[in-house]
């Protein structure tokens, strides 16, 4: 049983190392955001039922989404980077407005 699993593992990790730089690129944004909103704590941990608020963590998960972005930009359909722009934007918004909720 355990052996299937640690297949599976191996499986999953190929088919991730086998996508192109700029999919892995949207793939990191994806998880960036999912986790910049659980830093915020605006959502719950998967898995748990905790919501943890970690500003700082946050900023850098923040951070790290608007430049990959900025790297993807000429890389991806209008319509992909609108949607990330649009994520980005709403995840700073409630940074800024937690942060200023103290």
């Known amino acids: 049983m355990n052996s ?3 297949e599976d593992q191996k499986a ?3 088919d991730v190392t086998a996508l192109e730089t700029y999919d892995l690129m949207k ?9 910049a909103w659980q830093h915020l704590g605006l959502r719950v941990r998967p ?3 905790k919501v943890d608020k970690d500003l700082e963590r946050a900023q ?9 972005i900025e790297k993807l930009e000429p890389h991806v359909t209008d319509q992909e980077i ?7 934007a709403d995840l ?4 800024a407005r937690i942060r200023a909720e103290g």
């Open 60 to 68: 850098v998960s923040i951070d790290c989404i608007a430049f990959l």
């Open 12 to 14: 999953h990790i190929a």
């Open 27 to 35: 793939l990191f944004v994806g998880i960036l955001i999912a986790q």
């Open 47 to 49: 898995g748990t039922d």
């Open 4 to 6: 299937e699993k640690e």
């Open 82 to 88: 609108k949607e990330m722009k649009r994520a980005l």
């Open 92 to 95: 700073q918004i409630n940074f």
